[in-house]
């Protein structure tokens, strides 16, 4: 067994990475943010609040904040990445250099590289040079403000290094925040990465009007697809029925806090792209790009995906959501499971 990991740096102030800190924090362990603008990092440092990101939440006092990546890696055990997917590499090309040897590095995106096709783990192992099986992936249904709010919710904890996994399940399990572990990292990523364009869909319905039918069939139906690429990609499919997958397509595709959900609303009332960009303030919503990597990604593997196709094919080339709609219920007729 791996002794307590008690000092960890989390690089990137946003939602997501605040909340986590948080969760760290109220757990017992010392934790230093990296914010890349210094005014939030005063906030955090000298007020206990994130309020560009989480206004009205304490931050346990115990959590400090600098600008200054290598001030915040220092004497790291723990390196929890909370930057977006599509920043990560060249966020992480830069602090390559400063991080501590032997710190376990947690990734939080939920994302796959457009380009390359790789997930996170991935692209973290190819910059920092190490094995992707010793990255921990974080990943769950976690909206971080019902999380910051101290509300209960579980959390899947995924590496093929078990020994890490249990290191940072002791770091973070706290009154509210219950972390399983699960060995199938390429299953949990995956889920992570392809809920967020389910997501996209179901708010792209609600905006045109529809119901729960249409919510609960563009679920059951984007988690058969995610499972089909899974399963093709050598993942266990049993992933997809954990929190990694029906948990976190649950949460992100009905929850009107969730980003992804929100954009896709928008796209559905009419806005275009740039709108719903411009109304999310900053704030990432992966399925924007995973959409057109995960389409790639299945194309590549010779997988059907016909929900994020779909969704590919209204954020980038135009096409109106009643089509995509039409579209996707105007498909030859098959079996359930074929
Ligand atoms: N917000 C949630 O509820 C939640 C929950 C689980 C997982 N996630 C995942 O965690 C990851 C981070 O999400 P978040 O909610 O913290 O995002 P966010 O948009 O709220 O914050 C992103 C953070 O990364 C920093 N950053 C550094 N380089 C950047 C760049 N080039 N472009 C944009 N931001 C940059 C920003 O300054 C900010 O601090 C995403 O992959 C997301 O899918 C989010
Ligand atoms: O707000 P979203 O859409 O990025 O989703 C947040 C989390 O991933 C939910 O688990």
């Known amino acids: 067994m791996r002794p307590d990991v008690q000092r960890v740096t989390v690089l990137g102030a946003g939602s997501w990475g605040t909340a986590f800190a948080k969760v760290l924090g109220d757990a017992g362990r010392d934790v230093t943010m990296w914010a890349r603008r210094e ?4 906030d955090i440092r000298e007020r206990h609040t994130n309020s560009a990101y989480l206004p009205g939440v304490t931050l346990p006092a115990t959590i400090t904040a600098t600008s200054d990546p290598a001030e915040a890696l220092r004497a790291a055990e723990a390196v929890v990445l909370a930057v977006p997917s599509q920043s990560l590499r060249a966020n992480l090309t830069a602090w390559r250099d400063l991080l501590p040897r032997d710190a376990i590095l947690v990734s939080l995106a939920k994302g796959v590289e457009l380009g390359t096709l790789k997930r996170m783990s991935e692209v973290i192992a190819e910059i920092v040079g190490i094995d992707a099986g010793d990255v921990v992936v974080v990943t769950g249904p976690n909206l971080a403000k019902e999380i910051a709010a101290g ?7 995924a590496c093929a290094d078990h020994d890490r996994a ?18 199938d990292v390429v299953g949990c990523e995956l889920g992570g990465a392809c809920k967020n364009v389910i997501a996209l869909s179901t708010g792209m319905a609600a905006g045109l009007g529809l119901g729960t039918n249409t919510m609960a069939t563009l679920i059951t139906r984007g988690l058969a697809e995610m499972a089909r690429l899974g399963a093709k990609l050598g993942a266990d499919p049993l992933t997809f029925a954990g929190l990694a997958g029906v948990g976190d397509l649950v949460a992100t595709c009905s929850s009107p806090l969730s980003r992804n959900r929100t954009f896709g609303e928008r796209l559905g009332r009419g806005e275009t792209l740039e709108q719903a960009q411009a109304a999310a303030g900053g704030q990432v919503a992966e399925g924007v790009m995973s959409c057109s990597s995960i389409r790639a990604l299945a194309q590549s593997v010779g997988v059907d995906m016909p929900i994020t196709d779909a969704m590919h094919r209204v954020c980038h080339e135009g096409v109106d959501p009643r089509q ?8 030859s007729q098959k079996h359930e499971w074929s």
């Open 39 to 42: 005014e939030v990092a005063t």
């Open 151 to 157: 509300q209960p919710s579980a959390s899947v904890l």
């Open 166 to 183: 249990v290191a940072i399940q002791r770091a973070c399990a706290n009154s509210y925040f219950r972390p399983y572990t699960n060995t």
């Open 324 to 331: 995509a709609g039409a579209e996707l219920l105007g498909r």
